[in-house]
């Protein structure tokens, strides 16, 4: 991780090339890095047993002699035993092991081992089948707790604790100390040394325990420092004043009244935009709660005060859907609203650059391709991220250092690649990071270059503002992380009118009823969904458990939607929509979806974010085993948004019970916030929002669900730290910002 310099593998004691590189996929390069390669869980190998005195069935260790050579004997091709003989002083030994030849001789007679294993009792024989063994009083893989550590093919466990031994036995010492002294005191955490030390290696249960409190303190000690600085960072800063119009004044643009907490929501932001000082503000709502009107009312107001608006959604689907949308509700104000996305290039794109620099567009909507390196705004004012949890902490953070700096994307990476996949990632190599070019800052040519040259300036007239939106319910203990940085308005309360999208899980027998169904609501006059579980670029394959059946790929999916059309649904239209159709094709299903004009849409999940179509009243999910809870809530929020009564019907012919009970949760409830607990207590924060998506570094030891409480504790003490120290900069501090530093690599503007 740090410097690469320190004692490598190759050449340690039995790892030669092959294990090393075996090693490296583990992420482990230096022997210090095993320091840093926690088990992941532990066997209790302390309890030692005299032979004639073991109880059938019990796992135990056993010290005894080899009473004669082993014997060797070949069953048939393929399956060789070899047979020992150990006695101690109550009584004899019987030991079995299956194709280890070479055991014969490494037992030799006369000397003395450590036997663990689980011992069997037939009348008066007692017997282990391959047992673990080592010399007497070499203590390391017997007579022990035990640290089992993830491995690798050709990676035994016992490489991994020797390597381990060397390594605590060598670094342990000289790790430095994060943790401030009066922090440790305070909160009764052991010093590093001893954690590193009993995290391989516990003495006792104790001393695990206190080990691994210590670690899991440390790390979120760290996350939420980082957190505060960043915060803190941003908390400052001027912002302009934007008073170009209030929450009433919008209301009348709107076809409805808005909910009284779209109200609050809008006095909050334009409370924030007349503030001077910078917003940085979180709009939560549960699917369908009606965000996009509050986004509306942020861009039209920004407008309004003469200023540009830009709103980043995380699919060009959803960008699309919000261009429509904005253009309809705001055009007849006066707004002028572009769309940019990544598909667009060549004259059309050209144009409306050369209208966005010349302010002749009021709101940019777009993906990522916002902050395309020839995208240039004249007058940027405020900054809307539609669905944040796609986006990430290290995206928000970069955002709001455009505001601390000239609008630039000087520190915003590329994403990497499919829709709602990766992260966006700075990087030096790419040229986005640090350093990288400066080009879209809001004077242009010249001025531009100057400001590169001095990046960091502050502007005259103030940060530019940001708005985030977030669809997704997050549990309490992880908003308090994840937003930590932020001011929050919660959209709790749903438009009037809206009853519960009714839910089913349903086998694979149903289905001839399922298409009975559809074909009922097509009469009634609705819309359907059908949703497959694709696997859309970039975003791997499974994503719970191995048990369930393959995602289809894109052919598949394609495969099954003209199937439907042809054999299923002849009298009906039936659509496709995916991840890697063309901008343009994706935009004309999705724009006759919503006209109407498509009955039944076969789509991947594409349309789990922001898509509305308040027409659609039924949405089929398939294998939805494949799914995470709060991404089938998503999903299932794509319908329930008009007059009509809703259903979401869960596909799959999973025979696992846990799958099929954690489905069944879904259709007991649809408060998104339970879901998501529900989610969290299930999967972990990890994978709560797919893979990484909540942003955050990622944690080693800390488990946000089950660590609640010392979550707690660390972010008070991280919060006490910032503000007695707020750059962290006295020197009994240094160790700890090094960790912060360390911890959060992707946001290198975190100190300065
Ligand atoms: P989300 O919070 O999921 O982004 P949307 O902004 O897409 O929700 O709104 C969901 C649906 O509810 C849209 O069709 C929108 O027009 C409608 N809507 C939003 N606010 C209201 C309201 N106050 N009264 C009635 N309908 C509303
Ligand atoms: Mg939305």
Redesign the pocket.
């Known amino acids: 991780m740090s410097d690469r310099s320190g004692i490598g593998l190759t050449g340690l004691p039995g790892i030669g090339p092959a294990r090393a590189a075996k090693l490296a996929r583990l992420g482990l390069e230096r022997l210090e890095d095993v320091l840093d390669y926690f088990p992941f869980r532990y066997e209790d190998r302390r309890s030692i047993q005299a032979i004639g005195e073991a109880q059938d069935g019990e796992v135990c260790c056993v010290v005894a002699m080899v009473a004669r050579r082993p014997e060797l004997s070949r069953v048939r091709k393929g399956l060789e035993l070899v047979k020992a003989q150990v006695v101690d002083d109550t009584g004899a030994l019987h030991l079995t092991f299956f194709n280890q030849a070479y055991l014969r001789d490494a037992l030799r007679p006369g000397e003395r081992y450590v036997f663990y294993g689980r011992i069997e009792v037939m009348g008066r024989r007692r017997s282990m089948t391959n047992p673990v063994f080592e010399r007497e009083g070499t203590g390391q893989v017997t007579g022990r707790i035990l640290p089992v550590y993830s491995l690798t093919a050709g990676i035994t466990n016992r490489v991994m604790v020797e390597l381990a031994q060397r390594a605590v036995t060598l670094y342990a010492p000289r790790r430095e100390e994060t943790v401030p002294q009066r922090v440790r005191m305070e909160h009764g955490l052991c010093q590093v040394e001893f954690a590193y030390q009993n995290i391989h290696f516990p003495a006792d249960f104790q001393a695990l325990e206190a080990a691994r409190r210590r670690m899991i303190f440390e790390e979120l000690l760290a996350l939420t420092c980082g957190m505060a600085l960043l915060k803190g960072r941003r908390g400052h800063g001027a912002g302009r004043v934007l008073r170009g119009g209030t929450p009433a004044e919008f209301a009348a643009l ?6 009284g907490a ?1 109200q609050r929501a809008m006095v909050d932001i334009a409370g924030d935009l007349a503030s001077g000082r910078a917003m940085n503000r979180l709009v939560q ?9 509050v986004a509306a009312f942020g861009a039209w107001l920004c407008a309004r005060s003469g200023c540009q608006c830009a709103l980043m959604a995380p699919t060009e689907l959803l960008a699309e859907q919000h261009a429509r949308t904005l253009d309809a509700m705001l055009g007849p104000a006066g707004v002028r609203v572009g769309l940019l996305t990544g598909g667009g290039r060549g004259s059309g794109r050209k144009a409306l650059l050369a209208a966005l620099a010349a302010g002749e567009i009021d709101l940019l909507v777009g993906t990522h391709a916002l902050f395309s390196s020839d995208v240039v705004y004249a007058n940027l004012g405020l900054v809307i991220a539609d669905e944040q949890h796609r986006f990430g902490v290290a995206q928000r953070a970069a955002l709001a250092v455009k505001g601390a700096t000239p609008w630039a994307p000087s520190k915003m990476g590329r994403r990497e690649s499919g829709e709602g996949g990766g992260d966006f990632i700075p990087t030096a190599a790419n040229g986005m990071g640090p350093g990288g070019p400066v080009t879209a800052c809001r004077d242009g040519g010249a001025q531009r270059a100057a400001l590169a040259a001095q990046d960091g300036v502050e502007e005259q007239d103030g940060q530019t503002h940001v708005l985030v ?1 977030s ?1 997704t319910p997050i549990p309490r203990t992880l908003a308090l992380i994840i937003y930590g940085d932020l001011d929050v308005s919660i ?1 709790d309360e749903l ?2 009118g809206r009853s519960p999208v009714a839910t089913y899980l349903v086998g694979e027998d149903k289905r001839q009823r399922l298409y009975g169904f559809v074909r009922t609501q097509v009469a009634q006059g609705r819309q359907v969904y059908i949703v497959c579980p694709a696997v859309e670029e970039g975003e791997g394959g499974a994503r719970w458990g191995q048990e369930d059946g393959p995602a289809l790929d894109l052919k598949a999916v394609t495969t099954y939607a003209k199937d439907l059309q042809e054999r299923v649904f002849p009298e009906l239209r039936v659509g496709l929509v995916h991840g890697r159709m063309k901008t343009r094709e994706k935009e004309s299903v999705m724009a006759a979806f919503a006209a109407g004009e498509v009955d039944v849409l076969v789509a991947t999940t594409v349309v789990e974010v ?1 898509v ?1 179509v ?1 027409n659609a009243a039924l949405i089929i999910i398939e294998n939805a085993e494949r799914f995470g809870l709060s991404q089938l809530h998503q999903l299932r ?1 794509r319908v329930g ?2 007059k009509h009564q809703s259903y979401c019907v869960l596909v799959t012919s999973s025979k696992s019970e846990a799958a099929r009970e954690r489905l069944r949760a879904l259709c007991a409830t649809n408060d998104g916030f339970q879901i998501a607990e529900e989610d969290l207590r299930l999967r972990g924060p990890g994978d709560f929002f797919g893979k990484r998506q909540h942003g955050l570094p990622q944690l080693k030891v800390a488990d946000f669900a089950a660590d609640v409480d010392l979550l707690q504790q660390a972010k008070q003490a991280a919060e006490a730290l910032v503000a007695a120290d707020p750059g962290l900069d006295r020197p009994e501090h240094a160790p700890l910002r090094r960790r912060v530093r360390k911890m959060f690599e992707q946001e290198p503007e975190i100190f300065n």
């Open positions: 709107l076809p409805f009244a808005p909910t779209q709502g549960d699917v369908g709660s009606g965000k996009t009107a939106m669809a959209l438009p009037p922001g509305d308040p929020g948004r008009g």
